[in-house]
Structures are given as structure tokens and as C-alpha cells.
């Protein structure tokens, strides 16, 4: 069992491919209000969740529910792949403006698991190469998270290790 302790106001980035999870893992593990989804922002501000021509006006939405939950000293998760450099940044910024500690849960899932994920789904419309795209960077991710500010960093490579997380708040 992989044990998470968080402290009870921080920022959660959940970090992984499409399929890995994330979405699955932050239903689990933290309540509905908690969790920022880009998907659920795509759909707010476009009606699609897959429409890749509203992703900026979709983090636009998100950041700002973001700081409006830390303003008010709510744990806050972003549920978003973040597998670029640049879209951590303004994460690891975001909690920064209100200094509370960014956290990264890392999915880091073996490719064919997610492969065959999104073969069995028909709710994402992009090809295959847009998830082997999403795992490179998320390689080459691995070992910057620390020096990119994240304060803790777990990393889970499993299904099995996905599901056997259990998170605890700290005062
Ligand atoms: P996306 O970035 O595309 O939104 P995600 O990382 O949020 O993906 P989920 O939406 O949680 O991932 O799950 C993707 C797919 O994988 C879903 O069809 C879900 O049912 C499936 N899935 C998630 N976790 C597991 C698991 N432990 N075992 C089997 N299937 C899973």
C-alpha cells in the first residue's frame, strides 16, 4: 500500500496519460467539489469535453475556481494529464500565489495498459499516437517534478498500485 499524506490545505496535481486513471483516482480518493477536471471545464465552456479548440478557455475557468478555492483554504485538485513542463509551471505558480504546498500524484501506468484503455473506450476521439505522445513526456517529466517545486511526489505504476493508495490529511 502506497500511504499519501497530505496536508489538509495544499495543491494536488494528478499527472498522467489519458487512461491512466486520473479521473477514476480523484473520484476515489477526494470529494466532488475538490476536483478540477480539464475535461469537465472542456465540457462547461464548450459542451464537449474532447474539444481541443476550448482548452484555453477551459484552464482559463479552471485556474480561476482554483484560486478561488485556495483563497478560501480548500485542498484543491487538478485533474488534468500535465504531462508538459509548461502546463506544471502554472500549477507549481499557482500554489506559490497563495504558498501552499504542491503536491504531484504521478500515473504513471505501463503503455499497453493504456493502450488497451483506449480501445475498450468510446469517449475519446484522437488517435493512439496522442497517448504514446503523452507517456514520452511523461518520461522525460519523471525525474524533474522536485526540481520543478513539487514538494512531494508519489509515483504509481500500476492499476493494482492505483488502487491500493490511501490518502490521510495532516493538520
Ligand atoms: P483522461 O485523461 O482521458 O480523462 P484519465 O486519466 O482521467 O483519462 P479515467 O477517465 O479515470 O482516466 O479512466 C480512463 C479509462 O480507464 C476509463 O474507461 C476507466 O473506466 C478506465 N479505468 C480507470 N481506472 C481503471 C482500472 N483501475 N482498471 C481498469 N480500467 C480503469
Redesign the pocket.
Known sequence: MTSISLPELCLVA?I??????????AREQFAPGEVL?S?AFRMLVSGDENAQDATHDAFEALYFVARQRLRRGLLTVI???SVQADARRHIVALAREFDVLPVAVV?DLPEDVLMA?YR??T??HFGPQVISGQVGQLRKSLGKLQAEGFRHVTVLRS?ED??AVSITRTR
Open positions: 494528478l498522467g496519460a489519458s487512461g491512466s486513471g486520473k479521473t477514476t483516482f477536471s475535461d485533474d488534468a494529464t500515473l484503455r475498450a473506450r469517449d475519446r492499476a492505483v488502487r
